[in-house]
């Protein structure tokens, strides 16, 4: 049987690409692709994947390398967005920098994402946000408003965050959104990776929820409607195969669920493309 014999766009909205520690991108795309996806969004891993701590820059140049190497040698479609994960900073205080040295670094480094949006390099900031662990209230104070930062960028370059948090509940939604408001940047351009089936306006405030595509998460999704995206958060780590998800998830799960009666094809080709093309503006 022939995966994917309708061509729909399917697309993993959050899949890291790692040759150092993993397959690297033209595995993870064939992979992906002989499991019928076909598009690939794909933010840069933390710079200590590289082996080259806090070189945020590099960390950035490497997944567009990354992503250019796909497009040139395998059949998938990526498109890389940009951006310093949360736990970058952490790390950075646990280098002994001062909170305010750790912010300046962070958002330096947030400035060159914004730069690559603008010399159409990349297609979004991200993954930025707040730790998904306990930090101390100092910290979260700093951590929320590096955040801040890289929404007021996106706002100024027209483009979407990912944002990267806590497992996120209703209450946290609103206060994205809100924070959205606040910098002025359109609430459906903040995506919120990792997320649950939040994908009614009152669950998630206007936001794009990318939910983890996991069977039970999906299929609560799609009772509601078909307003989310679809991620592995694939790590393409050798010491943690498979984790958080394996890179044929998505299109398998999607092929899945249209043969079930699970998802009709107008749902998968709303998920997979038009979501996609409508929050990043782009073509796939």
């Excluded at 959205?180 to 997320?195: M, N, P, T, Y």
């Amino acid at each position: 049987m022939i995966a994917n014999p309708n061509e729909i766009p399917i697309t993993d909205n959050h899949i890291h690409i790692d040759p150092l520690n993993g397959h690297g991108p033209v595995k993870t795309a064939k992979l992906f692709y002989n499991a019928g996806g076909r598009v690939m969004i794909i933010p840069n891993k933390p710079s200590w994947s590289s082996g080259s701590e806090f070189n945020f820059k590099e960390g950035m140049d490497l997944g567009i390398k990354y992503v250019e190497e796909i497009n040139q040698s395998t059949g998938v479609k990526a498109f890389p967005i940009c951006g310093v994960h949360p736990a970058e900073y952490s790390r950075l205080l646990r280098a002994g920098r001062s909170f305010d040295e750790s912010y300046d670094l962070m958002t330096k480094a947030l400035d060159y994402g914004a730069y690559l949006v603008n010399e159409n390099k990349t297609i979004a900031i991200g993954e930025i946000g707040r730790p998904h662990y306990e930090v101390s209230e100092e910290e979260l104070k700093y951590q929320n408003l590096i955040m801040k930062y890289g929404m007021e960028l996106a706002k100024d370059v027209q483009c979407p965050v990912q944002l990267h948090t806590e497992s996120a509940t209703e209450d946290e939604f609103r206060e994205f959104a809100l924070l959205a408001d606040e910098v002025g940047l359109k609430r459906e351009k903040v995506i919120k990776h990792f997320s649950g089936a939040y994908i009614n306006e009152d669950e998630n405030f206007g936001l794009t929820p990318s939910l983890i595509a996991s069977k039970d998460v999906i299929k609560k999704a799609i009772k509601k409607g078909n307003n989310f995206l679809m991620e592995t958060d694939f790590l393409d780590d050798k010491t943690r195969p498979g984790a958080v998800l394996g890179p044929k998830t998505v299109p398998k799960r999607t092929l899945d669920f249209i043969r079930k009666g699970i998802l009709t094809e107008e749902d998968a080709f709303q998920i997979h493309e038009r979501n996609v093309q409508r929050v990043y503006n782009i073509e796939i």
